[in-house]
């Protein structure tokens, strides 16, 4: 069997390291062979041996022992749908030191074995995943190890509802689905999708409007992770905020029943305007007591899909493996994606920077002209709020994930004394309580800093929008 190669990160260089693992059955900790010109480049004694160790999808920290190659190469090979991490360890076999670690996660290796003389001297990354996560390994219908969800869609059986549905479906992370829309034929899709073979149940809910809220509820119930896709879509010629009256009082309404079955839920809201309903589902949640800014997202999951799509049909490269932070809020020029920030370091002229921005920040409008008043995006919708849900879960479980997402923020960026703009989206880590932590946006060109501040006053009114509706409308008592 070929070597096993990984991306292995030595200070601030990504360099492969060669794992040859002996036999099948595997022996107590297998050998690492690091391949030579890396072992010259890093000056690793000859002498040095390695031993790996590797965290499994809860986290544990597992050797090798009792464990066969097959389920090693299973994991390492991208057959479960997270990121293991080996953690490899020089050996002391002689007196020279072996560099010392500067990643957190040695403590643990203590722990596990408080007798042994081993540094760790790196960790590394197997599936490098990139900061958003990209399609998930799922769509093979594999079987997760981790941790497993309850997962609930209101708005299930709409354009977007459907397809994220099936995607949920599909996600091994996923123990029970469930849903709840108005319209009549919802119990329907769910056994349309309870026939697909994965491991996890589905059903969908439905009452009609103004017929008590049991179906709703019974549809939340033990709910970890709630999307809301419910409401109206935009019309040619609409804007996202078009869409307030109608929506507002809906994402009111289910947020509010949320805030009842499912508390310490995390919400997702997909629901347009998002800029506003994400303030409206603050304030429900406040006046019910049951407000967890750490659990509260919008979704702007498909500006960064966009974004990557875009950026790398112009310059020929692999959407999966670019990244381009997007930040502010999700509508027309609250939409910024910071060009300067894509990784790979690509270079844009003024123009095309230019065109790019427009594109991602008009990039639904292109979807509502060509459906001609059918709808707007439902399919790339669908996927980029499973790809986001997935994230979610996976920090849930404790493996910490990157992502832009629109959230209570105290970072308005470059001008961070300021805290008008209540909710923005950055980069977040998603972890075991939901958002986790809140990043500044870093270093931007004058360009994007310009952007940000020519529409941060739209943004800030969108969002008190969004609050003062809420004050004046929501009578909670549910
Ligand atoms: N965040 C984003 O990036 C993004 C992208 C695209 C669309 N959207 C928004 O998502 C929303 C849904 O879009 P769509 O294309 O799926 O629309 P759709 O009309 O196809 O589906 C909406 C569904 O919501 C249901 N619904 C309406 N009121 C409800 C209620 N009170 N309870 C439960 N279900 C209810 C409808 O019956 C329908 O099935 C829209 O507001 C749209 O603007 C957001």
Redesign the pocket.
């Known amino acids: 069997m070929d070597p096993f190669i990984v991306k292995f990160s030595y200070g601030d260089e990504i360099v492969r390291l060669k794992l040859d693992l002996p036999g099948k059955s595997h022996p107590a900790e297998g050998v690492a062979v690091i391949d030579s010109t890396v072992r010259a480049e890093y000056d690793i004694p000859a002498s040095t041996s390695l031993k790996y160790l590797y965290q499994d999808a809860d986290g544990d920290l597992c050797t090798l022992k009792g464990s066969t190659y097959e389920d090693f190469l299973a994991h390492a090979t991208g057959g479960e749908a997270y990121t293991l991490k080996l953690l490899v360890r020089v050996a002391q076999t002689n007196a020279q030191e072996a560099k010392a670690p500067k990643d957190a996660g040695l403590e643990k290796f203590e722990e596990a074995e408080p007798d042994h003389d081993w540094s760790l001297i790196q960790v590394a990354e197997v599936q490098n995943k990139p900061m958003q996560a990209v399609a998930p390994d799922y769509l093979g219908l594999g079987s997760a190890k981790s941790k497993r969800f309850n997962v609930c869609v ?2 299930m ?5 459907q397809p994220l549905t099936m995607l949920l479906k599909m996600n091994p992370r996923v123990k029970q689905l469930t849903g ?4 009549p034929f919802t119990p329907g899709v769910g056994v349309d999708l309870s026939h697909i073979d994965s491991d996890s149940t589905c059903i969908g809910y439905f009452a009609p ?1 103004g017929s008590g809220d049991e179906e709703l509820y019974k549809s939340l119930e033990g709910a970890d992770v709630v999307l809301i ?6 019309k040619p010629g609409m804007t ?1 905020d078009d ?1 307030f009256n109608v ?1 507002a009082g ?1 994402v009111k ?2 947020v509010a029943a949320v805030a009842k079955v499912a508390p310490t839920a995390c919400i997702l809201i ?3 305007p ?1 800029n506003s309903t994400v303030a409206i589902a603050a304030e429900v949640l406040k006046t019910r007591g049951v407000y967890d800014p750490r659990k509260l997202m919008g ?2 999951s ?1 500006d960064i899909s966009r974004s990557r799509t875009f950026v790398a049909n112009l310059k020929g490269l692999d959407p999966a493996k670019v990244n381009v932070p997007v930040v502010g809020g ?1 509508a027309g020029t609250t939409i910024v994606p910071l060009l300067s920030q894509t990784s790979p370091k690509v270079t844009f002229t003024d123009e095309e920077r230019d065109a790019l921005t427009k594109r991602i920040m008009f990039g ?1 409008d292109e979807v509502v002209q060509a459906k001609d008043g059918a ?4 399919l790339s ?1 669908a996927y980029a709020a499973a790809v986001f849900a997935d994230a979610v879960m996976m920090g849930l479980s404790g493996k910490k994930q990157e992502q832009c997402t629109f959230v209570d923020s105290s970072i308005t960026p470059g001008l961070d004394d300021r805290s008008e703009a209540k909710f923005f989206s950055s980069v977040c880590t998603l972890g075991p309580d939901g958002v986790e932590k809140v990043h500044k946006i870093g270093n931007i060109t004058k360009h994007e800093q310009e952007l940000i501040d020519d529409m941060l006053p739209t943004l800030i009114e969108q969002g008190k929008k969004g609050a003062k509706w809420a004050e004046e409308n929501d009578c909670p008592g549910i």
Request: net charge positive.
């Open positions: 209101l708005g059986a709409g354009g977007i509802g709840f829309d108005i319209a409007p896709p419910a409401g109206v879509p935009r996202r869409l929506n809906i309404n289910l997909i629901s347009n998002v979704v702007t498909l999700h639904g709808g707007s995006a439902t919708m």
